[in-house]
Each structure stands twice: as structure tokens, then as C-alpha cells.
């Protein structure tokens, strides 16, 4: 499976061992390549993402502060379910605070910031969104939301906003495969990104609306 896109690669190099592994292992349950109630095997775990088992247990209590995983006394820890009734609240907060971190970075993103954003509209450009595995769209659509979210220039805002995007991604996955293409989903990112870099505030803002409430309108049609 493809990763994330290379694009922000750069701004996570210098992650201490804890970070990297809580990042690894968020990614792979919010994609869902650990399956909803799965088993969290520490020592496989460790040894395919080639880390210890201390970082690996710091990011475990993380995760679990985020509802991704879950841990039982005797019984070990697994990852949370999915749970669909969940979409209207996780929608309800997104639309208040997604326009909002679209507009603070289009007002306040910085040089380097705005050069993330352009080089993944450009990425996103040159994708054959048609022809490419849904999956990994996707995995566009996660790192999209992030670099906005890091561009707004809040670190407690894109705390909060990754949390929730995180959540909402796993609905996603779940029902991605009863879904159209979601080639147009992703590719719409580019205006969005386009609008940012130009300090448009508005209209990412307004862009920024509409994708969330078409991401909610998406799942409903699937349920």
C-alpha cells in the first residue's frame, strides 16, 4: 500500500522514536490496515514498523486517548471498532472548525507552508485520479487535511482537527468500497489548496464547508 505522499515527509523527519511510532501505527488504524477490533501484537507490531517496544507502548496510550485502540486488564489492547452513528456529531464539529483552519492559513500560512500546500496541489494535479486505486486517493485526502491544518498555525487547533479527521477517515475506509469513485473527492482538494496559497480566505472557508457536508452526504448514501 502506497504511503502517505512524500510531500510532508520533510516536516516529520526529525520525530523522536515515540512520535514516529504513534504516527505508523495511527495511519494504520485510521486506513484500516488494522482491522476494527483487531489485536495489537506489540512484538509483530515493533518489529515490522522497526522500533522498540518502550515508543511503541508510549504511542499505544496515546492512541487509546484517542479512541483508536482500546486496552482491557489480562486481555491486552485492540483497536476500537468503528462506529457509524458517531458521523453526525464528528461532522458537526468539523464544520465549525474545518472553514476555520482553511481561513487562518489562508490568512497567516507561512512561506514554507504555502509551498507545501502548492506542491501537493500539484501532486494532486497530476494524479490519473480515474485509473488510481481508491485507497490510495485517499491517503491524499489525509495529508491534504493535515497540511491545512499545520498551515493554520495553531498547534491546538491541528490537534483537535486530526483527531476528529482521523475519526471521520475511518468511517470512510469502512464504507469505502460501497462508495462511487471517489476520484472527484480528492481532486476538488486542488481548488481548495489553490485558494489558500492565494489568501483567499473566503472562499477556502466556503470550499472547505462544502467538502465536509459532501463527505457526510457520501457516507449517508451508503448506510
Same mark, same amino acid.
Given at each position: 500500500?502506497?504511503?502517505?505522499?512524500?510531500?510532508?515527509?520533510?516536516?516529520?523527519?526529525?520525530?523522536?522514536?515515540?512520535?514516529?511510532?504513534?504516527?505508523? =501505527?495511527?495511519?494504520?488504524?485510521?486506513?484500516?490496515?488494522?482491522?476494527? +477490533? %483487531?489485536?495489537?501484537?506489540?512484538?509483530?507490531?515493533?518489529?515490522?514498523?522497526?522500533?522498540?517496544?518502550?515508543?511503541?507502548?508510549?504511542?499505544?496510550?496515546?492512541?487509546?486517548?484517542?479512541? @483508536? =485502540?482500546?486496552?482491557?486488564?489480562?486481555? +491486552?489492547?485492540?483497536?476500537?471498532?468503528?462506529?457509524?452513528?458517531?458521523?453526525?456529531?464528528?461532522?458537526?464539529?468539523?464544520?465549525?472548525?474545518?472553514?476555520?483552519?482553511?481561513?487562518?492559513?489562508?490568512?497567516? %500560512?507561512?512561506?514554507?507552508?504555502?509551498?507545501?500546500?502548492?506542491?501537493?496541489?500539484?501532486?494532486?494535479?497530476?494524479?490519473?485520479?480515474?485509473?488510481?486505486?481508491?485507497? %490510495?486517493?485517499?491517503?491524499?485526502?489525509?495529508?491534504?487535511?493535515?497540511?491545512?491544518?499545520?498551515?493554520?498555525?495553531?498547534?491546538?487547533?491541528?490537534?483537535? @482537527?486530526?483527531?476528529?479527521?482521523?475519526?471521520?477517515?475511518?468511517?470512510?475506509?469502512?464504507?469505502?468500497?460501497?462508495?462511487?469513485? =471517489?476520484? +472527484?473527492?480528492?481532486?476538488?482538494?486542488?481548488?481548495?489548496?489553490? %485558494?489558500?496559497?492565494? +489568501?483567499?480566505?473566503?472562499?477556502?472557508?466556503?470550499?472547505?464547508?462544502?467538502?465536509?457536508?459532501?463527505?457526510?452526504?457520501?457516507?449517508?448514501? =451508503? @448506510?
Amino acid at each position: 500500500m502506497n504511503a502517505i505522499p512524500d510531500v510532508l515527509e520533510a516536516r516529520d523527519a526529525n520525530l523522536s522514536m515515540a512520535e514516529s511510532a504513534y504516527r505508523q =501505527v495511527r495511519d494504520k488504524l485510521i486506513t484500516l490496515e488494522i482491522k476494527p +477490533g %483487531a489485536p495489537i501484537n506489540e512484538g509483530t507490531l515493533a518489529t515490522e514498523l522497526s522500533i522498540g517496544r518502550t515508543p511503541l507502548r508510549e504511542a499505544l496510550k496515546r492512541l487509546e486517548r484517542d479512541h @483508536l =485502540v482500546v486496552s482491557y486488564p489480562r486481555r +491486552g489492547t485492540f483497536a476500537t471498532m468503528v462506529d457509524i452513528t458517531e458521523l453526525a456529531q464528528i461532522s458537526d464539529i468539523r464544520l465549525s472548525l474545518e472553514p476555520l483552519a482553511a481561513r487562518r492559513a489562508a490568512e497567516g %500560512a507561512t512561506p514554507a507552508a504555502r509551498d507545501e500546500l502548492r506542491r501537493l496541489a500539484e501532486s494532486i494535479t497530476e494524479l490519473d485520479a480515474g485509473s488510481s486505486d481508491p485507497r %490510495a486517493l485517499m491517503r491524499f485526502d489525509i495529508a491534504v487535511h493535515r497540511a491545512i491544518y499545520h498551515a493554520a498555525g495553531n498547534e491546538h487547533l491541528e490537534d483537535v @482537527l486530526i483527531r476528529y479527521d482521523n475519526l471521520a477517515v475511518r468511517i470512510w475506509f469502512l464504507v469505502l468500497n460501497k462508495l462511487p469513485h =471517489v476520484s +472527484g473527492h480528492v481532486t476538488e482538494h486542488a481548488e481548495l489548496l489553490h %485558494a489558500i496559497i492565494d +489568501g483567499d480566505a473566503e472562499r477556502a472557508a466556503k470550499l472547505t464547508h462544502q467538502h465536509v457536508t459532501d463527505f457526510e452526504q457520501s457516507i449517508r448514501t =451508503v @448506510l
